[in-house]
């Protein structure tokens, strides 16, 4: 099989250019930064029902965070901001072979929008700084 040149020079910037964009795609998590909604699975469970499987959209990122000393009490300066929801949807899902006196509903919220901000106990899991 012959190639025009023109062809095989053309045939050789797609290849490259489809490579390139699997490497942009493969590293944009590993270098992203800021705050982004993205697919979360877990297993929802209380105490006499069995598990469920649900797929939802959670709030997923790193935020600009930093710490630097000063000579006043406390000595410390704090900037700590985590991504979390700025807008959700309540959502309720039905939870299999619940015992006559549990109720089957399991509420837990799906991310619409999330952003960088201070970590509130409300609607995050907050470690102690």
């Known amino acids: 099989m012959h190639l025009h040149p023109l062809s095989f020079v053309f045939l050789l910037l797609l290849v490259a250019g489809a490579a390139k964009v ?13 705050c982004a909604v993205r697919e979360f699975s877990f297993v929802a469970q209380k105490p006499g029902c069995k598990g469920l499987h649900i797929t939802t959209e959670a709030c997923w990122g790193r935020c600009q965070t930093w710490e630097k000393p000063v000579p006043d009490p ?28 549990v109720s089957p509903l399991y509420h837990y919220p799906m991310a619409l929008q999330c952003h960088c901000a201070v970590c509130s106990t409300q609607d995050t899991e907050c470690e102690t700084f």
């Open 22 to 34: 699997c490497v942009a795609v493969t590293t944009a998590l590993h270098g992203f930064r800021g």
């Open 74 to 101: 406390p000595y410390i300066q704090r900037h700590h901001r985590v991504c979390t929801y700025s807008r959700t949807r309540h959502m309720t899902a039905r939870l299999p072979g619940c015992q006559p006196n």
